[in-house]
């Protein structure tokens, strides 16, 4: 049996040969281009479509199989596409299941399983490329990075989201730090030797 999770919108033709400017939820975004199979509800039913290429230079771009023409985009135009939640990796699921409660997150506490620290989360910040969470520690706020790599568990009884944090983030407040840098987060794996995609560290 599959499971529907809405992934993103598409919003109008493009072109001549069917081509949709579409926008995906960037937590699906690797599953999609890897799957290459996306679902629109027509009629009722949820029906499958190939992904032909997709192009990302500014806006994403979608060629499926089978849209070949703007009359047939159009059919597609204004409506949200979905996948099937079940394929997801645990590490996604988890990203979904933070973004679709960021708010409610808020009353939840942290628990560091790196530190042994228990935080109380404050609100919740969007940034462009991250989720982060509002904490209270030591009398200080500080921002933690809701990331699927740092987040092991939610446990919805006891309002606690179990986390697995670079050591020091607590005491030095990298995030908040680093966030003047950079709005990717790939930058807190390069601190003190974790695995690093990006090359230039700031300097502190």
């Given at each position: ?5 809405e ?18 939820n ?25 992904i ?23 059919v ?8 099937d ?18 708010q ?19 609100s ?27 987040v092991e ?8 989201v ?10 030095f ?10 709005n ?6 390069c601190?003190?030797?974790l ?7 700031p300097?502190?």
């Open positions: 049996m599959i499971d529907f999770i992934a993103g919108k598409c919003y109008k033709s493009h072109g001549i040969k069917g081509i949709l400017d579409v926008e995906m960037p937590i699906f975004k690797k599953h999609i281009l890897s799957e290459k199979v996306v679902f629109f509800k027509i009629n009722g039913c949820h029906v499958p479509f190939f032909e290429s997709c192009k990302t230079d500014g806006s994403t771009l979608l060629k499926l199989e089978g849209v070949d023409n703007p009359e047939q985009a159009r597609l135009s204004h409506q949200s596409f979905y996948i939640e079940n394929k997801l990796s645990k590490a996604t699921k988890r990203s979904a299941k933070i973004q679709g409660k960021s409610g997150l808020e009353g939840y506490s942290i628990h560091d399983r790196t530190s042994n620290y228990n935080v109380a989360i404050t919740i910040e969007e940034y462009p490329s991250q989720l982060m969470a509002r904490v209270m520690h030591e009398g200080r706020s500080l921002l933690i990075p809701l990331h699927e790599d740092f568990e939610i446990d919805e009884v006891e309002k606690i179990f986390m697995i944090l670079p050591e020091g983030i607590l005491i407040n990298l995030a908040n730090r680093l966030l003047r840098w950079s990717n987060l790939r930058i807190l794996r601190y003190k030797g695995p690093c995609w990006g090359k230039d560290l300097k502190f």
